[in-house]
């Protein structure tokens, strides 16, 4: 099977998000052996990890550069959007996919590609005045395109199943709980005597 996965937000260290998409983009290239990736990076002044770049290759995936900034893309894809479709139709790397996986915040449309996203949480819902304007507008947009176009939504959570089901009009057969997995680590001593002393523990 032929898949393609949208790991843009793989740059932002430090966010949850990107550790998702970090440790993902991993698991794919360690784990499956079956199927052929298609790896899309958008970015105008960011650059990918060059031993992730590096592994794509050595397993015999494609990976693809867009230098482009995400506000754009997104701006293409929820404002823009028919005009994008004629756009996407001449990216052959996209159409020939049997499914895409999209980013949290972007859905490029593409015409005859099952498509799948993963949906981190829907705090621009709950907790509307906790988000900039200009994310909130972005995300009520694409989220409208989800719910028509989407065969398939990767929750982080149950509690993400139950709002994507109570704020849109989602049948609970296309979504599925994908529970992220969980980075064990074992700090030195050293650094464990530090936090201890500043916290008077």
Do not use: C
Not at 4 to 18: E, F, K
Not at 45 to 53: F, K, S, T, V, W
Not at 119 to 136: A, C, E, G, S
Request: glycine share 2%; aromatic share 12%; net charge positive.
């Amino acid at each position: 099977m032929k898949i393609g996965i949208d790991i843009s937000q793989i740059v932002y260290q430090g966010t949850g998000v990107a550790r998702f998409t970090k440790g993902l983009v991993e698991a794919i290239l360690d784990e499956d052996q079956k199927n052929s990736w298609t790896f899309l990076f958008y970015s105008l002044r960011q650059n990918l990890d060059p031993l992730i770049e590096k592994k794509i290759t050595a397993k015999g995936h494609k990976l693809v550069r867009w230098r482009l900034p995400p506000t754009f893309i997104s701006f293409l894809t929820n404002n823009l959007r028919q005009l994008t479709k004629f756009f996407i139709l001449h990216f052959k790397f996209l159409n020939s996919l049997d499914w895409f996986i999209s980013s949290d915040w972007i859905e490029i449309p593409l015409k005859d590609v099952k498509k799948a996203t993963i949906v981190h949480d829907l705090v621009f819902k709950r907790y509307p005045k906790t988000v900039n304007q200009k994310i909130l507008k972005n995300q009520e947009k694409r989220f409208q395109y989800l719910e028509k176009e989407i065969a398939l939504i990767f929750a982080d959570s149950q509690v993400t199943k139950n709002d994507l089901t109570s704020f849109y009009k989602i049948d609970p057969q296309r979504i599925v709980v994908n529970l992220p997995g969980v980075i064990i680590f074992k700090p030195k001593k050293e650094d464990v005597k530090k936090t201890l002393k500043k916290y008077n523990i």
